[in-house]
């Protein structure tokens, strides 16, 4: 199975503020990577697919970086509404797994 | 639109089984695959498995290999998930979500929460 090495595993950051979270895979998985924002509560949202591709209705402050066994995903500028948790995903091989998430905290 | 509605809450005593549904409307069920997530609470995401609706094939994580079982029912547009010899780590929210091209989740279940407890 493909592990996947997500860190921070928490961030304390402030609005406006630009956060970066990263994804190591234990093996090269071309661009095969999914991020995914889930709020307390709720089912998880997909915000970038194939490692840099936009979701339709993302926010533009969102993007996704990178390849083989280096992924990354930047808020620009981050807004009240952002602070979440989120989970990388490879797509490259089943069992199709996850990073163990980035709990994003207001500072 | 795309919509993926679960069954109710269940609870179960250790060692019993069972079975959660997934009901998909909004677009061709037969063409997507539907994946299952479980999230045991205050920890990660857990990836499954997932099926294909037309022909039925089935791919489930090692860790479920033997306990999970995947199926579809085409003519009501509905998975269903049925895990086995239950434990109280299996206590979690189960998620099934649609696959678009397969690896990538698009839209997800609002999640059925399944308790083990003697």
């Known amino acids: 199975d493909i592990q996947m090495t997500q860190s921070p595993s928490s961030l304390s950051a402030s609005v406006g503020d630009r956060v970066t979270i990263t994804c190591r895979p234990s093996q090269s998985i071309s661009n095969s990577v999914n991020w995914y924002q889930q709020k307390p509560g709720k089912a998880p949202k997909l915000l970038i697919y194939a490692a840099s591709s936009f979701r339709s209705g993302v926010p533009s402050r969102f993007s996704g970086s990178g390849s083989g066994t280096d992924f990354a995903l930047t808020i620009s500028s981050l807004q009240p509404e952002d602070f979440a948790t989120y989970y990388c995903q490879q797509g490259y091989s089943t069992p199709y797994t996850f990073g163990q998430g980035t709990k994003l905290e207001i500072k | 639109q795309v919509q993926l509605v679960q069954s109710g809450a269940e609870v179960k005593k250790p060692g019993a089984s069972v079975k959660l549904s997934c009901k998909a409307s909004?677009?061709?069920?037969?063409?997507?695959?539907i994946h299952w997530v479980r999230q045991a609470p205050g920890q990660g995401l857990e990836w499954m498995g997932i099926?294909?609706?037309?022909?039925?094939?089935?791919s489930y994580a090692q860790k479920f290999k033997g306990r999970v079982s995947i199926t579809t029912d085409t003519s009501t547009s509905t998975v269903h998930m049925e895990l086995s010899s239950l434990r109280s780590e299996d206590t979690a929210v189960y998620y099934c979500?649609?696959?678009?091209?397969?690896?990538?989740?698009?839209?997800w279940g609002q999640g059925t929460l399944v308790t083990v407890s003697s």
């Open positions: 909004g677009y061709t069920f037969s063409t997507y695959y």
């Open positions: 099926i294909y609706p037309s022909g039925g094939s089935t």
């Open positions: 979500a649609r696959g678009d091209g397969g690896n990538t989740i698009d839209y």
